[in-house]
């Protein structure tokens, strides 16, 4: 279904296709899409590195959103562990995609995840989740930690080969172009577990 709406300039637009071609232009410019990157991480690093700043100002919902991330999570690893002897058991590792200050990290996936690795391409971020995540801020046990802290853009991170059970995305997914969400997912193609949350 083809949805029209305003950007934040309040330029129309009929549809998405038509706001991601005039944003990032025709397939191949290289300059426009950095164009847009660059702008995207730019509007993030004048936000408050809060859990207010990142829920941009509605941080009201944070705990609503680790109580349903949480219900899904649980899900999930339900269904990708049913066949062997128990989650517990094993050595999981996450990915945190657009970790911001470690919100998810913190709040949710330490609590189920021996180690998770963090990308985000916003500096003060990044160095606020590592503050946030140090072992001596937060009541997780010893054999669960925050192990990375990855500082570039979700288009240009590999992840590790065989590393991560479970990738999860945040909000950055909607500022990538589709084609670098689709070439993301290729690299990322052994990894089928993900949890999505779009802005």
């Known amino acids: 279904m083809e949805k029209s709406g305003l950007d934040s300039d309040g330029r129309q637009f009929k549809n998405a296709e038509e706001m991601w071609r005039e944003e990032i232009g025709e397939e191949g410019d290289l300059q426009k899409k950095n164009e847009w990157y660059q702008k995207a991480v730019g509007y993030w690093q004048n936000v408050e590195a ?15 959103d680790i109580k349903t991330s949480e219900a899904f999570l649980k899900n999930i690893l339900s269904e990708r562990f049913a066949s062997s002897n128990s989650a517990s058991n094993r050595h999981l590792v996450a990915l ?3 970790s911001g200050i470690g919100r998810v990290t913190k709040n949710l996936l330490l609590r189920y995840f021996n180690e998770v690795d963090l990308v985000e391409p916003v500096s003060h971020f990044l160095e606020v989740a590592q503050t946030n995540l140090n072992p001596e801020h937060i009541a997780v046990s010893d054999d669960h930690k925050a192990a990375n802290f990855y500082c570039i853009p979700l288009q240009d991170f590999t992840p590790e080969e065989g590393r991560y059970d ?17 070439s993301f997912f290729k690299r990322a193609k052994d990894l089928c577990w993900t949890k999505m949350i779009r802005a």
């Open 166 to 182: 479970i990738i999860w995305i945040q909000w950055c997914i909607g500022q990538l172009a589709d084609d670098d969400f689709v």
């Open 96 to 98: 945190d995609c657009g």
């Open 50 to 64: 809060s859990v207010d700043g990142v829920l941009g100002g509605y941080g009201c919902v944070n705990e609503t």
